[in-house]
């Protein structure tokens, strides 16, 4: 079956720009997380849903950094008013309940190219 | 907040050796998993360790979990050039709000050569 997949693969943006990148995850996961990837800070959570219930946003680095998840399926990750600091690769995984026994799913991410 | 170490962060072996990855972590957890990546490519799956003295074994990589000791081995036997890859560890610590978030160690990255 299919795996987590995200778009695009690869975004160069001028700073000053908005982006947003999108995740579909597994059909049939109700856990999705985003995760950014860069040389300085290693895998850093960024955002997990789960279900219906309240985003976990507390991993945000700013309050330019916002996500969503329509209809308990495809999320969008919108990053305002980009910074060159936020250059990194956006992993999106997803699981198929919140019980930490089941493994996160990786999509191959989306790298991002403020300059 | 949870921290997770691995060392070495970087190894070079010889194709036939044996070596040992170790990730210890700050807090109590009992659920660990270890993931490769290949250079320009996402993380995949390698071992879920959810126990005290779980134990898996793929191929030429055994993984192992001491929940006492807040310690998790992944071991290379026999190392193939195909195992050159970057290897994370990741706890989840799984309370509250905080279920199901994942905090990695900063990879070891291992370079089999002939």
């Known amino acids: 079956g299919a795996g987590v997949s995200q778009s695009p693969s690869n975004k160069v943006t001028e700073k000053g720009k908005d982006v947003e990148l999108r995740c579909d995850p597994i059909?049939?996961?109700?856990?999705l997380y985003w995760y950014r990837q860069s040389l300085g800070q290693g895998l850093e959570f960024l955002i997990y849903?789960?279900?219906?219930?309240?985003?976990?946003k507390s991993g945000l680095p700013s309050d330019r950094f916002s996500a969503e998840r329509t209809g308990g399926s495809v999320s969008t990750l919108t990053i305002q008013r980009t910074q060159q600091e936020d250059s990194a690769v956006y992993l999106c995984?997803?699981?198929?309940?919140?019980?930490?026994?089941?493994?996160?799913?990786f999509g191959p991410g989306t790298r991002l190219t403020v300059l | 907040e949870l921290k997770v170490e691995q060392n070495p962060l970087f190894l070079s072996m010889q194709e036939g050796k044996n070596y040992t990855i170790y990730c210890n972590y700050s807090?109590?957890?009992?659920?660990l998993y270890w993931y490769r990546q290949d250079p320009g490519k996402s993380l995949e799956s390698l071992f879920v360790?959810?126990?005290?003295?779980a134990v898996k074994q793929e191929g030429r990589l055994m993984a192992s979990l001491d929940t006492k000791a807040r310690l998790s081995t992944l071991h290379i036997t026999a190392a193939v050039h195909d195992l050159s890859a970057t290897y994370f560890c990741?706890?989840?610590?799984?309370?509250?709000?905080?279920?199901?978030?994942?905090?990695f160690g900063r990879g070891t990255q291992l370079t089999v050569w002939p």
């Open positions: 059909s049939g996961h109700t856990a």
């Open positions: 360790l959810l126990s005290n003295g």
């Open positions: 807090t109590t957890s009992d659920r």
């Open positions: 995984a997803s699981r198929i309940g919140a019980s930490a026994y089941n493994e996160q799913f």
């Open positions: 990741a706890v989840d610590i799984a309370r509250g709000s905080t279920l199901g978030r994942l905090y």
């Open positions: 849903f789960q279900g219906n219930s309240a985003p976990d």
